[in-house]
């Protein structure tokens, strides 16, 4: 079901299923999304916002009719508060066609869910102002519409994330997240798995668990803890300001946290969140749920949240080789996160 001005759009354009194509050098796989250069973009190319208004934007309050049907919505206090809906231009989509191998190089049909979550019905609030009650709506929006790309037999890897800003990918100004579900497990994922395994099957352990365990001992990078949940900039971070969020207790996907989890988090969340915004004025960040692979056997992953600061840009060397270069210590970065994330 689309709506009117949805189906007007599409009569403009036929919206083209986008292809995937595996680098046979590295194994990454690339999504080839040609219908998404039609996408409304809010920011000019030199990053700046361009004048978007409440009236004419699509995720504001009144204009849903400017969306796709909701899939979900929190109605707590009559008016909707967190909104999700499939994107109107998907990276990848429901009807993709499956993988077709050609003689020489792979491709896949890119079938996989793509939906969007804005997380406040006001143009211009962000999310370093959100309540702890409002952070809780909307991580248990995600882990619903989670466990419900979770079904999906075709999707093999589904990532949660958040551009916050221009210089980290966001097109839209208001304030939102996206939902990605792939048929694929990018290569990262596989990487950081076979780590986790191997350690585990040589120590009988979780690698995360053992590096949280070493972090709480060390109190160099630890910027807050509670019961259920430490943030930390991790020893080897890529980005200045990179931190995670990680459950305490062993845990490999999103769908694992309990109520009592995601209060922990929102409340966690909360502080950190407000120390990011204090790096400079208008900081741009990507924030990622690093999941497991879905029905991989055993349980070595551990679930955590990436939150990356747009410090600097990614230049030559990290292209070519992805070494980055990082002019913050992460022990220095962790200092100013404990000055200036709120208690
Ligand atoms: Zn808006
Ligand atoms: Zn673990």
């Not at 759009?9 to 990454?28: A, P």
């Not at 499956?98 to 896949?108: G, R």
């Not at 990436?306 to 070494?323: D, N």
């Amino acid at each position: 079901m689309v709506s009117e001005w949805f189906e007007k759009k599409l009569s403009w354009d036929v919206i083209k299923l986008s292809e995937m194509r595996q680098n046979k050098l590295t194994g990454e796989w690339i999504i080839y999304a040609v219908n998404r250069k039609k996408r409304p973009y809010d920011f000019s190319k030199k990053m700046e916002p361009k004048k978007s208004s409440p009236h004419d934007c699509p995720f504001c309050k009144g204009n849903e009719d400017k969306t796709t049907d909701a899939l979900y919505e929190d109605r707590g206090n009559g008016e909707w508060s967190v909104r999700v809906f499939p994107n109107m231009f998907p990276a990848v989509d429901e009807n993709g066609k499956v993988e077709e191998a050609s003689s020489f190089y792979k491709t896949a049909g890119a079938r996989g869910r793509h939906e969007v979550l804005v997380d406040t019905p006001n143009h211009t609030q962000t999310i370093d102002t959100f309540t702890e009650g409002h952070l809780e709506k909307i991580f248990t929006a995600l882990q619903k519409r989670f466990s419900s790309f979770y079904e999906e037999e075709y999707i093999h890897y589904i990532q949660i994330f958040k551009n916050g800003g221009p210089e980290a990918g966001m097109s839209l100004s208001h304030s939102h997240w996206q939902i990605v579900g792939l048929p694929i497990v990018p290569n990262r994922i596989l990487t950081q798995e076979d780590a986790e395994k191997e350690y585990a099957q040589k120590n009988h352990g979780c690698l995360f668990c053992d590096m949280i365990k070493y972090e709480e001992e060390q109190q160099k990078r630890v910027v807050t803890e509670n019961e259920r949940f430490i943030a930390f900039t991790p020893f080897a971070s890529r980005f200045s300001y990179e931190l995670w969020i990680a459950p305490k207790r062993h845990i490999s996907t999103f769908i694992e946290l309990e109520e009592e989890d995601i209060k922990a988090l929102s409340h966690m969340f909360h502080k950190i969140i407000k120390g990011v915004s204090k790096i400079r004025e208008g900081i741009c960040y990507n924030i990622c749920f690093i999941d497991a692979q879905k029905g991989r056997e055993g349980d070595y992953y551990h679930w955590h949240i990436e939150i990356m600061p747009r410090v600097g840009g990614f230049a030559g060397l990290e292209f070519s080789t992805e070494t980055y270069i990082n002019s913050i210590l992460p022990e220095e970065a962790a200092d100013f996160y404990r000055e200036h994330c709120e208690e």
